[in-house]
């Protein structure tokens, strides 16, 4: 092998950023973080970090998860379908890769390459803030795609968009999670691990962005082969009378497919 010399290339570093959807409130939400030094300073950005170098990509990914949520993650790999496996427990988040940004101008500090994931986990308590961030929160998909309003301004400011390039990051990772629960079972992975029909009406009305006939939805979710399968209990959480109670399936894939209603 010939001398290789590491100096004769430009250095950059890598990162992992995280999207972060869960339902609150009715509502997809992801969890976005104040940044609390430059650059960006004081902009809403997603969580993440830089990778140490003594760990992969998987490993930074979950560790940045658990620092922000607490949440331990769950390996796709260790699943039949690696691409649609729901969380284990309930206490674990659905954790997978969802793409490489790399435009040469995304970071002003340097050359820097984020390899962005997508976790999915059932209603998450308040986030806690840390490292260079001074405040988290959890915030409507809707709101920080349209850039920030409402909801997102506190003490006058003006909506501003996310830092670095985190928008694009948010809305890729929002339609993977749209497309994924089409085919998958992962809607299930924003459920506790015993929900009602309704419930999981819920979570697809609040990723899909739209309404959906209730009648027909228990349907198809409990006419599809291994999607669900009823736990032996009932609930009132609801309100009205006892709903039976769920839990995941062995299916990994929908067969038939349950399809996004056309805008």
């Not at 924003?190 to 939805?217: H, I, M």
């Not at 038939?256 to 209603?261: E, H, I, K, Q, W």
Request: net charge negative; aromatic share 6%; proline share 11%.
């Amino acid at each position: 092998m010939s001398p290789y010399d590491p100096s004769a290339f430009p250095p950059f570093a890598v990162t992992v950023d995280l999207v972060v959807l869960t339902v609150r409130r009715h509502a997809l939400c992801t969890l976005v973080v104040r940044r609390g030094e430059p650059p960006f300073q004081g902009r809403w950005a997603l969580p993440g970090g830089f990778v140490r170098a003594d760990e992969d990509l998987g490993a930074a990914a979950a560790r940045e998860l658990s620092e922000e949520t607490g949440l331990a993650a769950h390996d796709p790999a260790s699943a039949p379908d690696p691409a649609s496996a729901p969380p284990a427990d309930g206490n674990g988040a659905h954790l997978e890769q969802l793409a490489t940004y790399g435009d040469p101008a995304r970071d002003p500090r340097m050359r820097v390459v984020s390899v962005a994931h997508l976790a999915l986990a059932p209603d998450l308590p308040a986030p806690r803030a840390g490292g260079d961030a001074d405040s988290a929160r959890w915030a409507p998909v809707e709101s920080l795609l349209g850039r920030l309003d409402g909801d997102g301004r506190e003490d006058g400011e003006q909506p501003a968009p996310l830092a670095f390039d985190h928008a694009r990051i948010l809305a890729d990772g929002v339609e993977r999670a749209r497309s994924k629960i089409e085919y998958s079972s992962l809607a299930t992975a924003f459920c506790p691990p015993e929900f009602t029909v309704g419930e999981l009406r819920r979570v697809y009305e609040a990723v899909w962005g739209v309404a959906l006939d209730p009648r027909n939805f228990h349907r198809k979710v409990t006419g599809t082969p291994g999607f669900l399968v009823p736990s032996g209990g009932t609930t009132t959480r609801q309100g009205g009378r006892p709903a039976q109670l769920f839990r995941a399936g062995g299916a990994t894939l929908l067969n038939p497919p349950m399809l996004r209603p056309e805008a």
